[in-house]
């Protein structure tokens, strides 16, 4: 199987890589494309299945892996260009990224309530976030006592990918009370961030 690893490669990029790869597959050589962003794997799965390709793709901690066998010619002429949609529409769903477990600037009461009514309405939205983030004192929103994690663990179920400051967690020795979510890095955190087509800091 061959591999092409397109891991933070900006649109057009990991179509140009499939692309390359097709045309230099034998016929019925498997491939594998490890993307980590869903606006990426929604173009490279489009480009192939429009071009007589059959593809599977399944997802593991926060990466993409999407196989096809090369089975079909790619036409002359294509331009796999044309397939890259950066998923900077309206539509796109957002990244969150909690910086504090309270909203706004004021009354520490006042702004805990406020951030626990946030996180417990976000499962009744309709474009649900892609990615919730929590840095800092943000973390205590996830941890085993918090009043949201009722909400967080039916996002994550919805499939809310939800990552976790690991520095953050030592800092406050609380790494045994993660209650929802897996914990990250900040080079993850900030190939999210800069991936994202939208970043709301509530």
Same mark, same amino acid.
Do not use: W
């Given at each position: 199987?061959?591999?092409?690893?397109?891991?933070?490669?900006?649109?057009?990029?990991?179509?140009? =890589?499939?692309? !390359?790869?097709? $045309?230099?597959?034998?016929?019925? /050589?498997? &491939?594998?494309? %490890? +993307?980590?962003?869903?606006?990426?794997?929604?173009?490279?799965?489009?480009?192939?299945?429009?071009?007589?390709?059959?593809?599977?793709?399944?997802?593991?901690?926060?990466?993409?892996?999407?196989?096809?066998?090369?089975?079909?010619?790619?036409?002359?002429?294509?331009?796999?260009?044309?397939?890259?949609?950066?998923?900077?529409?309206?539509?796109?769903?957002?990244? =969150?990224?909690? !910086?504090?477990? $309270?909203?706004?600037?004021?009354? /520490?009461? &006042?702004?805990? %309530? +406020?951030?626990?009514?946030?996180?417990?309405?976000?499962?009744?939205?309709?474009?649900?976030?892609?990615?919730?983030?929590?840095?800092?004192?943000?973390?205590?929103?996830?941890?085993?006592?918090?009043?949201?994690?009722?909400?967080?663990?039916?996002?994550?179920?919805?499939?809310?990918?939800?990552?976790?400051?690991?520095?953050?967690?030592?800092?406050?020795?609380?790494?045994?009370?993660?209650?929802?979510?897996?914990?990250?890095?900040?080079?993850?955190?900030?190939?999210? +961030?800069?991936?994202?087509?939208?970043?709301?800091?509530?």
């Amino acid at each position: 199987m061959k591999t092409i690893d397109a891991r933070g490669q900006i649109c057009p990029k990991p179509l140009i =890589m499939t692309k !390359k790869a097709l $045309k230099n597959a034998r016929q019925n /050589e498997s &491939l594998q494309i %490890i +993307l980590d962003n869903e606006t990426a794997v929604q173009n490279v799965t489009r480009f192939l299945q429009d071009n007589g390709q059959e593809v599977s793709v399944h997802k593991k901690d926060h990466l993409h892996y999407i196989a096809v066998n090369a089975k079909e010619e790619l036409p002359d002429g294509i331009e796999a260009e044309a397939y890259c949609d950066t998923g900077t529409t309206k539509n796109e769903s957002p990244v =969150m990224l909690f !910086k504090q477990n $309270k909203m706004g600037h004021g009354p /520490e009461a &006042l702004g805990t %309530i +406020l951030m626990t009514a946030f996180i417990n309405t976000l499962p009744e939205i309709t474009l649900k976030p892609q990615k919730l983030i929590f840095v800092n004192s943000g973390i205590f929103l996830t941890l085993t006592d918090s009043d949201t994690l009722e909400a967080l663990k039916t996002l994550e179920k919805s499939g809310t990918d939800i990552l976790v400051c690991g520095t953050c967690l030592d800092f406050f020795n609380k790494k045994n009370q993660l209650a929802v979510g897996k914990v990250s890095n900040m080079h993850d955190i900030l190939e999210y +961030l800069t991936l994202a087509a939208k970043v709301i800091y509530p």
